[in-house]
């Protein structure tokens, strides 16, 4: 018994040293930093004539309009809006009719076809602006597993194919001036 009893104490003691090593004043630290990056798209030019179209007619842009990520490494989701300007005509969603004219708008690699453009796909004067996601303001199938081709998460420097598409009126009784419209391409951090 006085020999586990000494075993114990000497146990103890041990224990008790070993604390006492491994014991250590503690403090920390908080660690902040600024991202000097800051969400950033540009396009590359103030503006875009579609030429001439007939009444009834449509017009897809034959010069692609880049949409640049120029953030430097920050991923952005896009949203489209569209502002029809005074007077004239008016900006309709769906097949224009009088004094009415529609603009559709995709991201696409190559020059969509007309068929390409769904209802999903219209802007709409005064309308806040809608996401832009995989089928929104995107060619169906050409989303990011077939070619890499929708339009939001996308990582710094990196540009997007943006096509709009003119659905001239049936018809006019007024005159529209030019610029008749401007399409709003607005970035957030994604």
Not at 107 to 132: I, R
Not at 156 to 178: A, C, F, K, Y
Not at 183 to 188: L, N
């Amino acid at each position: 018994m006085k020999n586990q009893m000494r075993c114990l104490t000497a146990l103890l003691a041990v224990c008790m040293l070993a604390g006492h090593a491994w014991a250590a004043n503690s403090d920390d630290v908080a660690l902040s930093v600024t991202v000097s990056n800051s969400v950033s798209v540009t396009l590359p030019t103030a503006t875009y004539d579609f030429a001439s179209v007939a009444l009834g007619g449509q017009s897809v842009n034959t010069s692609a309009l880049g949409v640049d990520n120029d953030s430097g490494g920050i991923r952005e989701d896009y949203s489209l809006s569209m502002v029809d300007s005074a007077g004239g005509w008016t900006a309709v969603t769906g097949v224009p009719s009088t004094d009415q004219y529609a603009i559709q708008a995709v991201f696409a690699s190559t020059q969509p076809a007309h068929a390409d453009f769904a209802a999903n796909d219209d802007l709409d004067d005064g309308l806040a602006a809608a996401a832009a996601g995989d089928t929104a303001f995107a060619v169906d199938g050409w989303v990011a597993a077939d070619k890499g081709y929708d339009a939001k998460d996308r990582a710094g420097t990196h540009e997007r194919t943006l096509w709009l598409r003119l659905r001239m009126p049936s018809d006019i009784t007024v005159s529209q001036s030019n610029p008749f419209a401007t399409v709003w391409v607005s970035a957030a951090a994604g």
